[in-house]
């Protein structure tokens, strides 16, 4: 009976119920948030250069404004860690 209170049931589509206790569960959760970061820290300093780039191609101002928006993609990842700490630190 015991077992039945921490047990929690995923539903993962076509009909497949996965039960797990609450904390594996938990420890899932946070191990997709915690991946995540990295994601978006290289995906935001991909951006930045990808429009720096750009910008450069179609005003011929290499490398000025790759270097100026490759910063601001850095400083973007940067507020990506920051806000995730804060998202952790409620968690």
Do not use: C, H, Q
């Not at 039960?19 to 915690?34: D, S």
């Not at 994601?39 to 990808?50: D, E, K, N, T």
């Amino acid at each position: 009976m015991l077992e039945a209170r921490l047990l929690e049931s995923a539903y993962f589509g076509n009909g497949i119920f996965v039960f797990m206790k609450r904390e594996t569960r938990r420890y899932i959760r946070e191990l997709a948030f915690y991946s995540s970061i990295g994601f978006s820290v290289a995906l935001s300093i991909f951006i930045g250069l990808a429009i720096g780039v750009y910008l450069d191609r179609k005003f011929d101002t290499s490398p000025w404004l790759m270097l100026i928006f490759l910063g601001f993609g850095i400083a973007a990842g940067y507020r990506n860690i920051g806000l995730a700490i804060k998202k952790s630190r409620k968690l």
